[in-house]
């Protein structure tokens, strides 16, 4: 069914002495399917923070690691690995996936991405607070998980010289040439003075195994610094797409473009925009960055979202797909924060949703996805 028009194109086309007066119409036809419902069993625990990927050598299989469960009275996190058949409609079931290796100690707020090599890698993120004390372990580590044999191995260990500061709710992306991409976050590390929201961009080299720093914190050009922000490889995987974020209060709504060649900063203009936000959810379909949900404090409230948007490129604009809702609606997911939004591949019309913190419902479990189903254009006389 149609979900929004994208926009309206006003001609005028002579023929002998009259004008003709028509509109090209260029719709979206889009929906939400709920896959699995929110508090199924036998699915994964609810959670919030974690993060999620396709596995390149099975791609139906979609894979998430740790996040931040809740047990009253605390919350706490953890280190499972789940894994799921986008295939098996309508019987999905989530397995959790029997790992072995070095296994990462539990943790949430971390970044993820699937290197060209085939492998999966996890960087940094924290804990929560130790039962009865404020203790929080926060990490700069670096791991890999192979697909093939669910075996998990440490790169780098915490306080490895030459490599990122700790932090937690980065973001990062991966390139076809070998590169992971990180950028930002909110960190936290003995080895450096002062402590806070970061723009700094560091490369991880697959191939050399090496950390480099492309920018150091608050380089002039950088975006702003920020944390709960989104990173993703732009279609023809030539820039980084920034969106969003927040400096500990408030939220952002800026985008930007980080050149692979060029190593420079962009920012694109976006007319009306999205309210800013962290927290949200990214995927990049069929060349529209999709941006969906995410959370906003203000006046010490924190504002929730459902709503849909995506940045077109072409245009340099910003469409809305869907607004928030004010209740509860079967046809789309409910307002939430940190939950993860997976791309099946690079050519793909779908992303899915897992979990995420819901308003007013706590910590989530459900599974959807989002079909773009075609683009069309009419006129309309």
Same mark, same amino acid.
């Given at each position: 069914?149609?979900?929004?028009?994208?926009?309206?194109?006003?001609?005028?086309?002579?023929?002998?002495?009259?004008?003709?007066?028509?509109?090209?119409?260029?719709?979206?036809?889009?929906?939400?399917?709920?896959?699995?419902?929110?508090?199924?069993?036998?699915?994964?625990?609810?959670?919030?923070?974690?993060?999620?990927?396709? &596995?390149?050598?099975?791609?139906? %299989?979609? /894979? @998430? *690691?740790? +996040?931040?469960?809740?047990?009253? #009275?605390? !919350? =706490?996190?953890?280190?499972?690995?789940?894994?799921?058949?986008?295939?098996?409609?309508?019987?999905?079931?989530?397995?959790?996936?029997?790992?072995?290796?070095?296994?990462?100690?539990?943790?949430?707020?971390?970044?993820? &991405?699937?290197?060209?090599?085939? %492998?999966? /890698? @996890? *960087?940094? +993120?924290?804990?929560?607070?130790? #039962?009865? !004390? =404020?203790?929080?372990?926060?990490?700069?580590?670096?791991?890999?998980?192979?697909?093939?044999?669910?075996?998990?191995?440490?790169?780098?260990?915490?306080?490895?010289?030459?490599?990122?500061?700790?932090?937690?709710?980065? &973001?990062?992306?991966?390139?076809?040439?070998?590169? @992971?991409?990180?950028?930002?976050?909110?960190?936290?590390?003995?080895?450096?003075?002062?402590?806070?929201?970061?723009?700094?961009?560091?490369?991880?080299?697959?191939?050399?195994?090496?950390?480099?720093?492309?920018?150091?914190?608050?380089?002039?050009?950088?975006?702003?610094?920020?944390?709960?922000?989104?990173?993703?490889?732009?279609?023809?995987?030539?820039?980084?797409?920034?969106?969003?974020?927040?400096?500990?209060?408030?939220?952002?709504?800026?985008?930007?473009?980080?050149?692979?060649?060029?190593?420079?900063?962009?920012?694109?203009?976006?007319?009306?925009?999205?309210?800013?936000?962290?927290?949200?959810?990214?995927?990049?379909?069929?060349?529209?960055?999709?941006?969906?949900?995410?959370?906003?404090?203000?006046?010490?409230?924190?504002?929730?979202?459902?709503?849909?948007?995506?940045?077109?490129?072409?245009?340099?604009?910003?469409?809305?797909?869907?607004?928030?809702?004010?209740?509860?609606?079967?046809?789309?997911?409910?307002?939430?924060?940190?939950?993860?939004?997976?791309?099946?591949?690079?050519?793909?019309?779908?992303?899915?949703?897992?979990?995420?913190?819901?308003?007013?419902?706590?910590?989530?479990?459900?599974?959807?996805?989002?079909?773009?189903?075609?683009?069309?254009?009419?006129?309309?006389?």
């Amino acid at each position: 069914y149609q979900r929004r028009v994208r926009g309206l194109l006003l001609r005028i086309k002579p023929m002998s002495s009259f004008f003709f007066l028509f509109l090209v119409i260029s719709t979206v036809s889009c929906d939400w399917r709920q896959l699995i419902f929110d508090q199924e069993p036998t699915s994964p625990p609810g959670r919030y923070y974690h993060c999620s990927n396709f &596995s390149p050598l099975q791609p139906e %299989l979609l /894979y @998430i *690691f740790a +996040g931040v469960e809740y047990q009253n #009275p605390q !919350t =706490f996190a953890v280190n499972d690995v789940w894994r799921v058949n986008v295939s098996q409609s309508p019987n999905f079931v989530w397995q959790r996936v029997n790992v072995s290796g070095d296994i990462p100690p539990p943790r949430g707020y971390h970044s993820c &991405s699937v290197g060209s090599d085939g %492998l999966w /890698y @996890i *960087f940094g +993120g924290k804990t929560e607070p130790a #039962p009865g !004390t =404020f203790q929080i372990t926060y990490y700069n580590d670096l791991w890999s998980f192979d697909f093939a044999t669910s075996t998990w191995k440490n790169i780098f260990p915490s306080d490895t010289p030459s490599t990122p500061r700790k932090r937690f709710w980065a &973001s990062s992306t991966s390139t076809p040439t070998g590169q @992971i991409i990180l950028f930002g976050g909110y960190g936290i590390d003995p080895r450096y003075p002062g402590m806070g929201v970061m723009n700094d961009l560091w490369v991880y080299d697959l191939n050399q195994t090496i950390w480099f720093q492309v920018y150091a914190n608050n380089t002039p050009g950088s975006p702003p610094p920020r944390q709960g922000h989104t990173a993703s490889l732009s279609e023809d995987a030539q820039n980084v797409i920034v969106f969003g974020g927040e400096q500990l209060l408030g939220g952002l709504n800026d985008i930007w473009l980080y050149s692979l060649a060029f190593r420079t900063w962009k920012q694109l203009q976006s007319g009306q925009a999205p309210a800013g936000r962290s927290g949200h959810s990214a995927a990049l379909l069929n060349g529209l960055y999709y941006i969906f949900a995410g959370s906003y404090i203000t006046n010490g409230q924190e504002l929730y979202y459902n709503d849909l948007w995506y940045y077109n490129f072409v245009s340099s604009a910003w469409v809305q797909v869907e607004a928030s809702t004010d209740q509860p609606d079967e046809s789309q997911p409910w307002k939430r924060k940190a939950a993860s939004a997976t791309i099946l591949s690079s050519n793909s019309k779908s992303f899915y949703l897992f979990g995420g913190y819901g308003l007013y419902q706590g910590l989530k479990n459900d599974f959807w996805q989002y079909n773009l189903l075609e683009e069309s254009s009419k006129i309309v006389l």
